[in-house]
């Protein structure tokens, strides 16, 4: 068989992966390659997912630190693949939400769409989100955040849950989580419901 490599794609797809814990930036990252390709005149697209209403009952993502941009809610990921079409960037924020985000996220790469992805790469209890891992071997950038920890500032890669709830889908910000680094998630020394 003989290929011919001088044949290049019409258009170039990528997934790009960001995660965290929560307030590493992830959704600010997020936003700022929106910006960036949109200054290069990109066509974007921005997804959240349906039940994330922290900060804004809009159609939009906000961070934490009170940056937003225009989003739609979906619940079901499959719908992106029809909505898509006209449009060159898809980024998708809460990622760890959607079951199929990797079949998804590569579909669209396929297709020549630039897909960027932010969302936590761990539950509260550092349980791997498996379909967020499942991004890694299909992605050409992986970009890790870490934040600060709350206990003793030092850097912080894990998100640890006040209260006592086992439930792992608990859509909150600073009232239910906070980030805290690998000595002080071990620790049982602070009396997290106190707060």
């Given amino acids: 068989m003989e290929y011919n490599f001088s044949i290049k794609p019409k258009f170039k797809g990528s997934i790009t992966v960001i995660f965290g814990p929560m307030f590493s930036g992830k959704s600010s990252k997020l936003l700022e390659y929106i910006k960036r390709y949109q200054y290069k005149q990109q066509r974007c697209l921005v997804f959240n997912y349906v039940n994330d209403n922290r900060y804004s009952q809009e159609e939009q993502i906000t961070t934490h630190n009170g940056q937003s941009f225009k989003a739609q809610k979906i619940s079901n990921l499959s719908d992106v693949l029809n909505i898509s079409k ?3 960037v898809i980024a ?11 079949d998804i996220a590569d579909q669209l790469a396929n297709q020549g ?9 761990a539950s509260f209890q550092r349980k791997a989100f498996n379909n967020i891992l499942d991004l890694v071997p299909i992605c050409e950038e992986i970009i ?6 709350l206990i003793c500032k030092e850097d912080a890669s894990y998100s640890k849950r006040k209260g006592s709830s086992k439930r792992v889908e608990m859509i909150g910000g600073e009232e239910l989580y906070f ?3 690998r000595v ?4 049982n020394l602070i009396n997290l419901n106190r707060k």
């Fill in 86 to 88: 006209n449009y060159d």
């Fill in 144 to 149: 890790k955040l870490k934040a600060v920890c």
């Fill in 113 to 121: 769409k630039i897909v960027i992805v932010a969302a936590l790469d």
């Fill in 92 to 102: 998708i924020d809460e990622g760890q939400f959607f079951l199929d985000i990797a």
């Fill in 179 to 181: 980030p805290v680094c």
């Fill in 184 to 187: 002080c998630f071990n620790e």
